[in-house]
């Protein structure tokens, strides 16, 4: 099953913009069930190796990119990480039900070391479905 293309900012020029790394098989899968959460199409999406990237956040390094999401909201504030999950429940209105989880008081003592080791590990995790070579370039 073939998904359509995601959303760019060149298509919703208003919309916040995920930023997520595309070679990832673990990324790109979530990434892909964002439209459905997205009914009012408040996201735009762009994988960290794109080159726009770069030419329109110098200051977003690939180091830091590589070891979490960004969401560069349509003010141009940043949202790292877990914090991007609980910035998307509040941003998309399918995803309201989540917020009272997430900005639970201590909740992100848990979802912050979590995230990291999912992320440090991606590549590793997804290793059985990299078919292009990029999961063993990444794995630690």
Same mark, same amino acid.
């Given at each position: 099953?073939?998904?359509?293309?995601?959303?760019?900012?060149?298509?919703?020029?208003?919309?916040?913009?995920?930023?997520?790394?595309?070679?990832?098989?673990?990324?790109?899968?979530?990434?892909?069930?964002?439209?459905?959460?997205?009914?009012?199409?408040?996201?735009? +999406?762009?994988?960290?190796?794109?080159?726009?990237?770069?030419?329109?956040?110098?200051?977003?390094?690939?180091?830091?990119?590589?070891?979490?999401?960004?969401?560069?909201?349509?003010?141009?504030?940043?949202?790292?990480?877990?914090?991007?999950?609980?910035?998307?429940?509040?941003?998309?209105?399918?995803?309201?039900?989540?917020?009272?989880?997430? +900005?639970?008081?201590?909740?992100?003592?848990?979802?912050?070391?979590? +995230?990291?080791?999912?992320?440090?590990?991606?590549?590793?995790?997804?290793?059985?479905?990299?078919?292009?070579?990029?999961?063993?370039?990444?794995?630690?």
């Amino acid at each position: 099953m073939n998904n359509p293309p995601l959303p760019t900012p060149d298509d919703r020029p208003a919309a916040d913009i995920v930023v997520y790394d595309g070679n990832c098989r673990i990324c790109t899968a979530q990434v892909q069930k964002l439209p459905w959460w997205d009914c009012q199409g408040k996201l735009a +999406y762009l994988s960290l190796h794109d080159p726009q990237v770069a030419a329109r956040w110098p200051d977003l390094t690939h180091d830091r990119l590589m070891q979490e999401m960004c969401i560069v909201d349509a003010r141009g504030n940043r949202h790292w990480g877990p914090e991007a999950i609980r910035y998307l429940t509040k941003r998309l209105r399918r995803l309201w039900w989540a917020a009272p989880f997430l +900005y639970f008081p201590g909740s992100m003592f848990l979802l912050r070391p979590a +995230y990291r080791w999912i992320a440090r590990n991606r590549y590793r995790l997804s290793a059985t479905n990299c078919e292009e070579g990029a999961c063993k370039l990444h794995r630690q």
